[in-house]
């Protein structure tokens, strides 16, 4: 199946810091990527959808000035977590559409930030 | 909003039980999704749904999307160790260019030897 990479697997960050997230489609096209926060033991919460040469479209309540998304490439997109809290502490995961494959996203494997 | 919810919860079944969990929209889903997560791993997709009354087999699975496309079900026929984790259904809904997935709260799923 198709692959998605996730750099880096895990963080820790002081507070006040900024942290990059990159994600990365590695066999196949992705124009759009979504970008989740996954508490523990709960589900997955969609925070935006990042469409390729575009500006990301962000869901209600998450602050598009300090979750920076940016999707340069049909392979690359990042998620950029500014002025990091501690309440920012989560795991983030990435997904890709592959268009080839209709409406199926691959997951990357996720992204634990621990902000001291 | 659409919202899909997941029941239940939690599960624990014996080794060989089955097991089944349910999902609903409170919206016509164009497609569902379900996604098995292991412990401490990420989402990896199991299948997709599109028609109406849909039934389709993998194995030991058998996943099921309702004639009015708001409620699915997964179910796992005598189940094994290897099927611990989360199962998650998602539904899909063409909004635009968008085409979100919702996710469920999860079914966690613990099997014991």
């Known amino acids: 199946g198709a692959v998605v990479s996730q750099h880096p697997s895990r963080v820790i960050c002081k507070s006040g810091t900024s942290v990059k997230i990159e994600c990365r489609s590695l066999?196949?096209?992705?124009?759009?990527m979504f970008w989740y926060r996954q508490f523990p033991k709960k589900s997955l919460m969609l925070m935006a959808t990042?469409?390729?040469?575009?500006?990301?479209?962000?869901e209600q309540g998450v602050e598009k000035d300090k979750f920076l998304i940016n999707h340069a490439s049909l392979t690359l997109s990042t998620l950029t977590v500014t002025s990091a809290h501690p309440e920012d502490s989560s795991f983030y995961i990435c997904s890709a559409r592959d268009l080839r494959v209709r409406e199926t996203q691959y997951f990357g494997p996720g992204t634990r930030l621990l902000v001291l | 909003g659409q919202q899909v919810m997941q029941i239940p919860q939690y599960q624990h079944v014996q080794e060989g039980e089955d097991f089944t969990t349910y999902c609903n929209s409170s919206?016509?889903?164009?497609?569902i999704q379900w996604y098995k997560q292991r412990p401490g791993g990420h989402p990896v997709f199991l299948i997709q749904l599109v028609k109406s009354g849909e039934v389709k087999k993998q194995k030991r699975l058998t996943f099921q999307f309702g004639e009015a496309k708001k409620n699915s079900s997964l179910h796992i026929t005598a189940t094994q160790t290897t099927d611990v984790g989360t199962y998650f259904c998602?539904?899909?809904?063409?909004?635009?260019?968008?085409?979100?997935?919702?996710f469920g709260s999860g079914t966690q799923l613990t099997v014991l030897p």
């Open positions: 998602a539904g899909g809904q063409d909004s635009g260019s968008a085409r979100q997935l919702t």
């Open positions: 990042s469409n390729e040469g575009s500006k990301a479209t962000y």
């Open positions: 066999d196949f096209q992705a124009t759009t």
């Open positions: 919206t016509t889903l164009s497609n």
